[in-house]
């Protein structure tokens, strides 16, 4: 007989999935009897959901253990990452509801994906075996690869949905086949018994170092490292743009909580094995990404760049390891997703169908027109490239000192002097919103309360973690602390109030 | 496993499988395809993998190969002339079916996989082990598949199906 108490079922910290992954099938069904052209009911249906999933989410701070037969980890990593994702998501629905509707896009199809995609997130942030993981990170894809590809009558979305769709299940295939070797190498999945079993002479095992190059390879290219990163520029330019800033912050954010869990957390003791490449795989995603940002002209492809080079310096912190430089990462990733978000709707919010608005050029007197837009999108900038006291600046202190602190001088004076370098693409468009006079003429519609609020909130997270970064940064620290340790949750513990 | 049963289904698989290759007609080649997969499934019931087995039947002689049987109908393939595929593919393709052979043999020689049983239980590879093993430890993955594959299903029910300026231009067009 099947004796259940074995299962260890331990519900009241997975239901921000549960949540997630019934308003994806009710959205579904509901829609059926809806018309594309009246998807918003079906947008804030999606929004409620992941409301009602943030506020679940808060419940698993403070918690520490793994359950579900070590499938599971609950603890304030999981919960830091899901509300970090649950966020992004909540703007990119925020960005969508008009969006869907001036472009005609399926909304059954578009929000019930939007969610799929969001609980294959969740998924990886609290995965703690490789094979939850893995169907985290290909729920997340397949939705995504089909939303990139959703705008049908845009060649280019076409194309970037194929091409993501391609690189995408080649780079699935490594990560694949490196979960594979690891399993071979060490006899189990689990990332708390990997960790165990990660002493003496298995360090050396050429199975497990092949296995654990090829998972680097998998992550990197769904964080965008260069030399992973050649899909990016295409794919972020074709996607519908809500979808593009999606990728840009729930993509990069889920692939860092897989990579820091995996890499950072439970394969520390064989850091010896990967710092070098991680080091020169950083220095490279950091230069590269800056470097082509300077020459491009749509602003779609530069900030596609631009997401490049932050996945770089995160990676620096990334290299360095330890606990301090686990707290800046995450951090850094909540800061980012408001800012790159923000970014991201302002693009939303002055292009027009037909592709017009999404060159740089088209921003050029932009003061002059919507002064309170190209504010937003200055401060956004400002704070990607890093000026005090916005949070990208607060973010990349700390991530960069706690790379000097383990001796890593070398890759962040790289850092800062791409850091330098970034100043002339971020500033090109602040330039030309406020000192160039042209630019073309943004349609006049009707007004959108949503894109503006979601252009709001980002502002609020973008200035109001940067000023005040204190408590969000110990618990971010908190919660890269709480994965380190995981003990097995009881059912009659974790269900108590 | 009886030597005589081995060696009788081996043959049959191998032969079956030159066939899928070798055949210029491509329902024959997914005939003798279905042929190797039936050889295979016996062997691994054989080897007391019986879940194994019969899933190899239902879901690749039966569901997969419906499928690929609707592909050639809907292409409307004939008969290939002539060979295909340029010399690079011919000699890197060689190439690579080598290093796999060499690979397998190399392993195959190993004094470890030598060993004729792994101390598992009686009801090991049976359904009743397996649904076990699925609905409790993995339990977490089980279901994350399922909304894997209906996700995917949506995405590919979204992405196929018309779009909404394209109602008329297609209707026509379609078989």
Known sequence: MINFSQINLVWLPVLPLVVIATAAMVVLLVGVRVDDEESDGLGWLALASIVIALVLALGIFGQSGIAFAGAIAIDSFSAFFELSILIAAALTVLMSLDYADEHRLPGAEYYSLLLFSVLGMMLMATASDLIVIFIGLETMSLAVYVLAGLLRRDPRSSEAAIKYFLLGAFSTGFLLYGIALIYGATGTIKLVAIHAALTGPLLSNPLLLLGLGLMLIGFGFKVAAVPFHM????????????????????????????????FMVQLGPASAAWTDVMWAISALTMTVGNMLAIVQSNIKRMLAYSAIAHAGYILVALTAGGPQAGGAILYYLLGYAFTNLGAFAVVVALERRGAAGDQIADYRGLATRQPLMAAAMAIFLLSLLGIPPL????????????????????????????????????????????????????ETRRSRPALVAAIAIALIGTVLIGIYPEPYFTAAGNAYQSAMSPEEVHAATAMAP | MALWLFVFLAVISLVSALGVIVQRNPVHCLLALVLTILALAVLFIALDATVVGFLQII????????????????????????????????????????????????????????????????????????????????????????ILLLAAIVGAVALARRAPGQRDSRQGSLP
């Open chain 1, 231 to 262: 899909w990016t520029p295409d794919v972020y330019e074709g996607a519908p743009t809500p979808i593009t800033a999606f990728m840009a912050v729930g993509v990069k954010i889920a692939a860092f909580a897989g990579f820091l869990r995996v």
């Open chain 1, 391 to 442: 949070v990208g600046f607060v973010g990349k202190f700390y991530l960069f000192n706690a790379a000097v602190h383990r001796g890593f001088v070398g890759l962040v004076v790289i850092g800062v002097l791409n850091s330098a370098a970034s100043a002339y693409y971020y500033l090109s468009v602040v330039v030309a919103m406020y000192m160039q006079e042209g630019g073309f003429l943004e």
């Open chain 2, 59 to 146: 879901v690749y002689a039966g569901a997969i190969m419906v499928l690929f049987l609707f592909v050639i109908w809907l292409l409307n393939l004939q008969a290939e002339t002539g060979p295909t595929g340029s010399l690079a593919l011919k000699f890197f393709g060689t190439i690579a079916s080598a290093a796999l052979v060499a690979e397998l043999w190399s392993f195959l020689l190993r004094p470890h996989l030598k060993v004729k049983y792994v101390g598992e239980s009686a009801s090991y590879g049976t359904l009743g082990a397996l649904s076990q093993k699925l609905f409790t430890d993995y339990l977490i993955a089980f279901e994350a598949t399922s």
